[in-house]
């Protein structure tokens, strides 16, 4: 998708503020942090939503939202995380191109999540 934003960051056309990258994903820091350390997790290729991502690529972007919420806790630290995921206009969905947040959790942060 050509005229798709995370498309351009994904495949580093657009740069971003990336914490991990590998030939299939790139993870980067949400520009409008809902917490300290935000991150996304983005597919280098195109799809609209979760329904689109093939099965082996949806079980791998989770299994590194497993990794890289470990290293979160280590490395700022943080308490907690939640970790979204946002399918459709109506569901919140603002970027139509897959992502999972990842957002770390502080005690008494009072983010709006
Ligand atoms: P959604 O609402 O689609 O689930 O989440 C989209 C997220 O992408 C939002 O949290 C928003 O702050 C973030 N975002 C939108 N445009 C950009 C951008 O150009 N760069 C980065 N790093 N994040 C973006
Ligand atoms: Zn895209």
């Known amino acids: 998708m050509s005229d798709c934003i995370f498309c351009k960051i994904a495949n580093g056309e657009i740069p971003s503020?990336?914490?991990?990258e590998d030939e299939t994903f790139r993870v980067f820091l949400d520009l409008g942090p809902a917490t300290k350390g935000h991150a996304l997790i983005v597919p280098k290729q195109h799809y609209a939503n979760l329904c689109e991502v093939p099965d082996e690529t949806a079980a791998k972007a989770f299994i590194l939202a497993k990794k890289i919420v470990s290293y979160m806790k280590e490395a700022l630290p943080c308490d907690g995380y939640n970790?979204?995921?946002?399918?459709?206009?109506?569901?919140?969905?603002?970027?139509?191109?897959?992502?999972?947040h990842l957002i770390p959790r502080y005690?008494?942060?009072?983010a709006g999540i």
């Open 83 to 100: 970790i979204v995921q946002n399918n459709g206009e109506a569901a919140g969905q603002t970027v139509p191109h897959f992502h999972i």
């Open 107 to 110: 005690r008494d942060d009072h």
């Open 17 to 20: 503020a990336t914490i991990y």
